[in-house]
């Protein structure tokens, strides 16, 4: 099957990387994968394509607005690629009713301009199929499609067993925790998280957030009342805690593996829905101990239930020490997980997926 | 007995700028007579009197107006439009004339910086639409229509006061976006010389104090050049803009109106909405374009307000004899309320919709 996908790239944002992983099991599978476009220089990992008649199936993979192309390719597009063979990936459940959880929100009218029934009515139109990455849907017109997964031929370091594994992890790390993600809907979690292991970061080793908005409240978030993107510069410099601009997705797993500790963060509202990250499965490639901080029946859905070590517990000092203590432990859970992961939620597995909802 | 049309435009929202006093007169005529004319989107507070619609489906056709901008409509919106209206029912209003080759003009004025920018608004131009339509009476590319399609509205001219009541004598409404040679070259070396003649005149508008903190960043720099010491100097009062639904009642405020247009809309034969409201507010209007022009849109009588060869000794003649001049703007009046109204205009447009050439003529 030829498949468009459509999105607005970024190296170290949104769906970047899974793009690229679908492009790459593509050819092994026997599909072709290009991104809708003119050929970016920035992104040699990808094929580009205008030619829109030559594809099956346009695939609008949406987080925000700019995800739609600008003229002249969305008329092109739109005009050359029948309503029937399109199909939204709506990554950040904007089809949904309004929703709020804490400071996030899937639809707000000041951030970008448009209003809930806005998106609902665009999709509606735009494509015949709306898939979102979560196991549970709440519209009876969206479909399941967890669209992110993970590469068992990415993982850092392959190990045979949790004593070898736990070998290399024992080695010098340059951070003790780290989170590599934008300041955007995850101070609050990130807050809490920092404040419970500040009476052990001399212990962990040093601690970084990695993205952007990390150093300050961005101007534009002041101007505009928004919350998500707050953060307390005071008290991240109380416990030493560096910040550092965005890095490529190419990077993330090689910064991730002199990481000890990774925390997986997700938005609340995506928390809410059950929506997944290309974060979720990334994070277990490195040579890190993955925390889970997403809820545990989302986390147990995902990840199997070998997952449980991995789920913070309400002390997250001891769970910690713990894990300073017995590495090994935790790295039993991790390498069963990997095995879950690979077995359930592989590129290839997803791509295959993809293909026979589109073929239905 | 005429069949209703209902027609969409898609727009970018300027209060103080653009297309929006068209929009306004077509909507409020629509209704009249039995048309239903409304602008994409939700509700906006500062545009009270502009009927927005976001029911495409209800639409015959949409309008699409483009200015300077290209990427103005969200992605979102855009992909709901074009999924929803048919390429066939989709028409573009070029309003700046960005739909025709580079145009620079003695290295100053121009309608795109590169052949690549060219390139990018014509490809996206036939992307959207089949047809295309340029407020001009004499497009340059063939596959153009022309459509003027900002007209006078007689019934919107504002009460006449006494012409001594009046506290400003010349008034100019208009942003300052590719005007400072003209106004620089021409019209400040006129006023210099006869200065003592006139009392208070004011410039009303953006960027007549300063050029826009942006302006470099988007490369523009020289359209919004502007020397404001010397407006100073020759005791020129500059003013904020206004919204366009006060800028008749603006201009009614001075004796004299001066309208001068940026040179690649005169070399293009462009008209705006300016070219009428100034006729409409109570005032004396004077043009800064070409006098072959003047008569094509205003008639015979146009040739006389026109500000051309020597500027100077026509203000004062216009202080001088009003009366011999407001006579002048009463038959241009006349000639716009026969071959430029908004009834005409919406006519032409419908009638262009429907595939037949617009029956634009100069009178």
Same mark, same amino acid.
């Given at each position: 099957?030829?498949?468009?996908?459509?999105?607005?790239?970024?190296?170290?944002?949104?769906?970047?990387?899974?793009?690229?992983?679908?492009?790459?099991?593509?050819?092994?599978?026997? %599909?072709?994968?290009?991104?809708?476009?003119?050929?970016?220089?920035?992104?040699?990992?990808?094929?580009?394509?205008?030619?829109?008649?030559?594809?099956?199936?346009?695939?609008?993979?949406?987080?925000?607005?700019?995800?739609?192309?600008?003229?002249?390719?969305?008329?092109?597009?739109?005009?050359?690629?029948?309503?029937?063979?399109?199909?939204?990936?709506?990554?950040?459940?904007?089809?949904?009713?309004?929703?709020?959880?804490? %400071?996030?929100?899937?639809?707000?009218?000041?951030?970008?301009?448009?209003?809930?029934?806005?998106?609902?009515?665009?999709?509606?139109?735009?494509?015949?199929?709306?898939?979102?990455?979560?196991?549970?849907?709440?519209?009876?017109?969206?479909?399941?499609?967890?669209?992110?997964?993970?590469?068992?031929?990415?993982?850092?370091?392959?190990?045979?067993?949790?004593?070898?594994?736990?070998?290399?992890?024992?080695?010098?790390?340059?951070?003790?925790?780290?989170? @590599?993600?934008?300041?955007?809907?995850?101070?609050?979690?990130?807050?809490?998280?920092?404040?419970?292991?500040?009476?052990? %970061?001399?212990?962990?080793?040093?601690?970084?957030?990695?993205?952007?908005?990390?150093?300050?409240?961005?101007?534009?978030?002041?101007?505009?009342?928004?919350?998500?993107?707050?953060?307390?510069?005071?008290?991240?410099?109380?416990?030493?805690?560096?910040?550092?601009?965005?890095?490529?997705?190419?990077?993330?797993?090689?910064?991730?593996?002199?990481?000890?500790?990774?925390?997986?963060?997700?938005?609340?509202?995506?928390?809410?829905?059950? &929506?997944?990250?290309?974060?979720?499965?990334?994070?277990?490639?490195?040579?890190?101990?993955?925390?889970?901080? @997403?809820?545990?029946?989302?986390?147990?859905?995902?990840?199997?239930?070998?997952?449980?070590?991995? &789920?913070?517990?309400?002390?997250?000092?001891?769970?910690?020490?713990?894990?300073?203590?017995?590495?090994?432990?935790?790295?039993?859970?991790? &390498?069963?997980?990997?095995?879950?992961?690979?077995?359930?939620?592989?590129?290839?597995?997803? &791509?295959?997926?993809?293909?026979?909802?589109?073929?239905? | 007995?005429?069949?209703?049309?209902?027609?969409? $435009?898609?727009?970018?929202?300027?209060?103080?700028?653009?297309?929006?006093?068209?929009?306004?007169?077509?909507?409020?005529?629509?209704?009249?007579?039995?048309?239903?004319?409304?602008?994409?989107?939700?509700?906006?507070?500062?545009?009270?009197?502009?009927?927005?619609?976001?029911?495409?489906?209800?639409?015959?056709?949409?309008? $699409?107006?483009?200015?300077?901008?290209?990427?103005?409509?969200?992605?979102?919106?855009?992909?709901?439009?074009?999924?929803?209206?048919?390429?066939?029912?989709?028409?573009?209003?070029?309003?700046?004339?960005?739909?025709?080759?580079?145009?620079?003009?003695?290295?100053?004025?121009?309608?795109?910086?590169?052949?690549?920018?060219?390139?990018?608004?014509?490809?996206?131009?036939?992307?959207?639409?089949?047809?295309?339509?340029?407020?001009?009476?004499?497009?340059?590319?063939?596959?153009?229509?022309?459509?003027?399609?900002?007209?006078?509205?007689?019934?919107?001219?504002?009460?006449?006061?006494?012409?001594?009541?009046?506290?400003?004598?010349?008034?100019?409404?208009?942003?300052?976006?590719?005007?400072?040679?003209?106004?620089?070259?021409?019209?400040?070396?006129?006023?210099?010389?006869?200065?003592?003649?006139?009392?208070?005149?004011?410039?009303?508008?953006?960027?007549?104090?300063?050029?826009?903190?942006?302006?470099?960043?988007?490369?523009?720099?020289?359209?919004?050049?502007?020397?404001?010491?010397?407006?100073?100097?020759?005791?020129?009062?500059?003013?904020?803009?206004?919204?366009?639904?006060?800028?008749?009642?603006?201009?009614?405020?001075?004796?004299?109106?001066?309208?001068?247009?940026?040179?690649?809309?005169?070399?293009?034969?462009?008209?705006?909405?300016?070219? $009428?409201?100034?006729?409409?507010?109570?005032?004396?209007?004077?043009?800064?374009?070409?006098?072959?022009?003047?008569?094509?849109?205003?008639?015979?009588?146009?040739?006389?307000?026109?500000?051309?060869?020597?500027?100077?000794?026509?203000?004062?003649?216009?202080?001088?004899?009003?009366?011999?001049?407001?006579?002048?703007?009463?038959?241009?009046?006349?000639?716009?309320?026969?071959?430029?109204?908004?009834?005409?205009?919406?006519?032409?447009?419908?009638?262009?919709?429907?595939?037949?050439?617009?029956?634009?003529?100069?009178?």
């Amino acid at each position: 099957m030829k498949l468009l996908l459509i999105s607005k790239l970024a190296r170290s944002s949104r769906a970047i990387n899974t793009i690229t992983q679908y492009s790459r099991v593509a050819g092994e599978l026997g %599909h072709k994968i290009a991104v809708f476009g003119e050929k970016q220089l920035d992104f040699p990992e990808l094929q580009f394509s205008l030619d829109v008649p030559a594809f099956d199936i346009a695939i609008f993979i949406v987080y925000m607005p700019s995800d739609f192309p600008d003229l002249p390719y969305l008329a092109s597009l739109l005009d050359g690629m029948p309503k029937s063979r399109r199909v939204i990936i709506d990554c950040s459940g904007r089809y949904n009713e309004t929703i709020r959880v804490e %400071h996030d929100f899937n639809h707000l009218e000041k951030m970008d301009g448009h209003q809930g029934w806005e998106w609902i009515e665009a999709f509606q139109s735009v494509a015949d199929r709306i898939l979102q990455p979560t196991l549970t849907p709440r519209r009876d017109d969206v479909g399941s499609f967890l669209f992110h997964g993970y590469d068992p031929e990415g993982v850092v370091h392959p190990v045979a067993s949790a004593a070898e594994a736990t070998q290399h992890w024992s080695r010098s790390k340059k951070y003790g925790v780290a989170y @590599v993600g934008n300041n955007w809907q995850r101070w609050t979690q990130v807050q809490r998280f920092l404040g419970a292991i500040g009476p052990i %970061h001399q212990k962990l080793g040093p601690i970084a957030l990695v993205g952007s908005d990390w150093k300050r409240r961005p101007d534009w978030a002041v101007q505009m009342g928004i919350k998500g993107a707050d953060v307390d510069p005071e008290f991240l410099q109380q416990l030493d805690v560096e910040t550092g601009d965005a890095i490529p997705f190419t990077e993330l797993p090689g910064f991730l593996s002199n990481v000890r500790f990774s925390p997986i963060f997700q938005r609340p509202l995506f928390n809410e829905l059950g &929506l997944v990250t290309n974060r979720m499965f990334e994070t277990f490639i490195a040579n890190t101990i993955p925390l889970v901080m @997403v809820p545990e029946s989302l986390a147990e859905s995902i990840y199997g239930s070998a997952v449980r070590p991995l &789920l913070p517990t309400n002390d997250i000092g001891s769970w910690l020490r713990d894990m300073i203590r017995n590495p090994e432990l935790y790295w039993e859970a991790i &390498l069963t997980v990997r095995q879950h992961l690979t077995v359930h939620h592989s590129y290839r597995q997803r &791509l295959t997926e993809l293909i026979a909802v589109l073929g239905r | 007995m005429h069949t209703p049309v209902n027609i969409l $435009f898609v727009m970018e929202r300027r209060v103080n700028a653009g297309s929006i006093q068209a929009l306004a007169n077509y909507i409020q005529l629509g209704k009249k007579i039995g048309h239903t004319l409304a602008v994409y989107g939700n509700p906006d507070p500062q545009l009270s009197e502009i009927y927005f619609s976001n029911e495409v489906h209800l639409f015959d056709y949409v309008v $699409f107006i483009f200015e300077s901008k290209l990427h103005w409509v969200s992605g979102l919106q855009l992909a709901h439009l074009l999924t929803i209206v048919p390429r066939s029912r989709r028409v573009i209003l070029d309003a700046d004339g960005m739909y025709n080759p580079v145009i620079a003009l003695d290295g100053y004025d121009r309608n795109h910086a590169s052949e690549r920018d060219r390139q990018r608004w014509v490809s996206s131009y036939e992307a959207l639409a089949d047809r295309i339509v340029q407020p001009t009476l004499w497009p340059c590319q063939s596959r153009v229509q022309s459509l003027l399609f900002y007209g006078y509205d007689s019934r919107g001219r504002a009460v006449q006061t006494s012409w001594h009541a009046k506290r400003v004598d010349i008034m100019h409404v208009g942003h300052n976006w590719w005007r400072w040679r003209e106004v620089s070259e021409r019209l400040l070396p006129a006023i210099e010389r006869i200065r003592g003649a006139f009392g208070d005149i004011c410039f009303v508008g953006l960027w007549w104090d300063a050029p826009p903190v942006w302006a470099a960043a988007i490369g523009q720099d020289a359209a919004f050049s502007v020397n404001s010491q010397r407006l100073r100097e020759l005791g020129i009062r500059v003013l904020p803009a206004v919204p366009y639904r006060d800028v008749i009642s603006t201009m009614s405020k001075a004796r004299i109106n001066i309208m001068t247009q940026r040179p690649l809309f005169r070399r293009l034969g462009l008209v705006t909405s300016k070219y $009428f409201e100034i006729f409409s507010a109570d005032t004396l209007p004077l043009i800064m374009i070409e006098p072959e022009h003047a008569e094509r849109i205003y008639g015979p009588s146009g040739r006389d307000l026109v500000l051309h060869d020597d500027i100077a000794s026509k203000l004062v003649d216009v202080l001088e004899r009003p009366k011999k001049y407001h006579e002048v703007v009463q038959a241009v009046r006349r000639h716009l309320t026969t071959h430029h109204s908004y009834e005409r205009r919406l006519h032409e447009l419908i009638e262009m919709l429907d595939g037949h050439q617009p029956a634009v003529k100069a009178g």
